[in-house]
């Protein structure tokens, strides 16, 4: 079984510039939202499935997490990252606990729950992909009788962007409780400052991991007597 853990204190000695915790994450809104704090990779292969998104206190929980794949370069702020969320769309995650990282049983089961608050509406996706949209007014009240610029509190110019994306293709509402949106953790496409750090943790992998006491890299206790060289050179 697939075993998770975080980078925690790790550094790649010397290459901190390309590393991507310390980068603050924004909506598409432009609401800062936090910064990364660490990252939560497989073990086994070094592939980062999501970052650990540190509020800086506006959360109850503080910290939050976001899939990799949702991850975009910020087209406003050089070296950090843009997420389709909101501060209220944050808030209706369950609260992270690194700790249910230790039991994999844990882990799956605020996966599966985490997920939930991704795939029930109100959110948007386009037709044939993954990607989240804000609806517009017009789309939200589609077939309620209600019209106006400012139902729901919108205020007239807040949607340009979603009225401009509802142009370009259909769109379809996720209803509450549909099974139908997956959440993939395979991120690309983030840029050369993300590859580099991904890059560097898939090489360094077993040094990363080696705190860990019960997944496939290997249980702590039968790797004690290695040196981090040793470990250097089984990569």
């Known amino acids: 079984m697939s075993h998770y853990g975080t980078l925690r204190n790790f550094r790649f000695s010397g290459q901190d510039a390309d590393d991507i915790r310390g980068s603050h994450i924004y909506s598409l809104n432009d609401e800062k939202l936090g910064k990364i704090d660490d ?8 592939e980062i499935n999501y970052v650990v998104v540190d509020t800086g206190g506006w959360l109850s929980s503080k910290k939050f997490i976001v899939p990799a794949d949702r991850l975009r370069p ?6 950090d990252y843009e997420v389709p969320l909101n501060r209220l769309q944050v808030e209706s995650f369950p609260p992270y606990k690194e700790s249910e990282l230790e039991s994999p049983e844990k882990w799956s089961d605020y996966e599966n729950r985490y997920r939930s608050k991704w795939e029930t509406g109100p959110v948007m996706h386009r037709v044939a992909t993954d990607r989240n949209i804000t609806p517009t007014t017009a789309q939200m009240t589609q077939g309620t009788g209600a019209t ?6 919108a205020q007239p110019g807040a949607s340009r962007q979603a009225d401009a994306e509802a142009a370009a293709g259909p769109v379809r509402v996720v209803p509450p409780a549909a099974d139908s949106v997956t959440i993939s953790n395979s991120a690309s496409g983030i840029g050369d ?12 992998r077993k040094e990363a991991a080696m705190g860990c006491q019960t997944c496939s890299v290997g249980p702590a206790s039968e790797r004690s007597t290695e040196s981090v060289d040793t470990v250097r050179k089984a990569v």
Do not use: C, N
């Not at 990252?39 to 070094?46: D, L, P, Q, S």
């Open 39 to 46: 990252v939560i990779f497989e073990h086994a292969t070094g």
């Open 74 to 79: 910020s087209t406003r702020h050089k070296d």
């Open 148 to 153: 106006g610029p400012g139902i729901g509190g």
């Open 193 to 204: 400052r993300w590859d580099t750090f991904q890059s560097r943790l898939r090489e360094r």
